[in-house]
T-cell receptor, first 109, second 114 residues
């Protein structure tokens, strides 16, 4: 079966760095997405990785290793507004999106 | 103006009621989706429409009935729901279906079935 694993919840301190991991086992691979979802709001697109390596976008970076079936989202200089759920999703060989259950990130002052 | 708008934001209904969820996208996209989001579970894809035609139905019970009158509007008609259907129902759109397209989501309808 297809599976995406990510931690259920993480806590970090304002101003610090946090890394949210995502591991996957899927039938083929056509890219990995990260979405951010604030409580009661719409998920919004953060990043897309299809090749190995690190993609940096401001305070957020996303890393992919296809051989290891592994990705992480790195958030630097954490702000209170970064408190949200972060959803990892992999597109399989049929271009179907397989979703993880999300990681709830709590930022403390 | 948000790209994808869903109404209502909250809905409480009894098991014998009939109600409809509405989604509208202002992005000129060709594909629209219904997802179910339950607490601590992955998003579940329910239906996909591409150019107004239904292209996917992920074994969704018939008490959920989608309708897509045009590429900008999507409805989810609900009848004789069960308490386990209580969840957040998200609408999304993408430029097209079938490629590595990013999704644009609405804020969802929080549904409670009593």
């Amino acid at each position: 079966g297809q599976n995406i694993d990510q931690p259920t919840e993480m806590t970090a301190t304002e101003g610090a760095i946090v890394q949210i991991n995502c591991t996957y086992q899927t039938s083929g691979f056509n890219g990995l997405f990260w979405y951010q979802q604030h409580a009661g709001e719409a998920p919004t697109f953060l990043s897309y990785n299809v090749l190995d390596g690190l993609e940096e976008k401001g305070r957020f970076s996303s890393f992919l290793s296809r051989s290891k079936g592994y990705s992480y989202l790195l958030l630097k200089e954490l702000q209170m507004k970064d408190s949200a759920s972060y959803l990892c999703a992999v597109m399989d060989s049929n271009y179907q999106l397989i979703w993880g259950a999300g990681t709830k990130l709590i930022i403390k002052p | 103006e948000t790209g994808v708008t869903q109404t209502p934001r909250h809905l409480v209904m009894g098991m014998t009621n009939k109600k409809s969820l509405k989604c509208e996208q202002h992005l000129g996209h060709n594909a629209m989706y219904w997802y179910k989001q339950s607490a601590k579970k992955p998003l579940e894809l329910m239906f996909v429409y591409n150019f107004k035609e239904q292209t996917e139905n992920n074994s969704v019970p018939s008490r959920f009935s989608p309708e897509c009158p045009n590429s900008s509007h999507l409805f989810l008609h609900l009848h004789t729901l069960q308490p386990e259907d209580s969840a957040l129902y998200l609408c999304a759109s993408s430029q097209d279906q079938g490629g590595a397209e990013k999704l644009f989501f609405g804020s969802g309808t929080q549904l409670s079935v009593l």
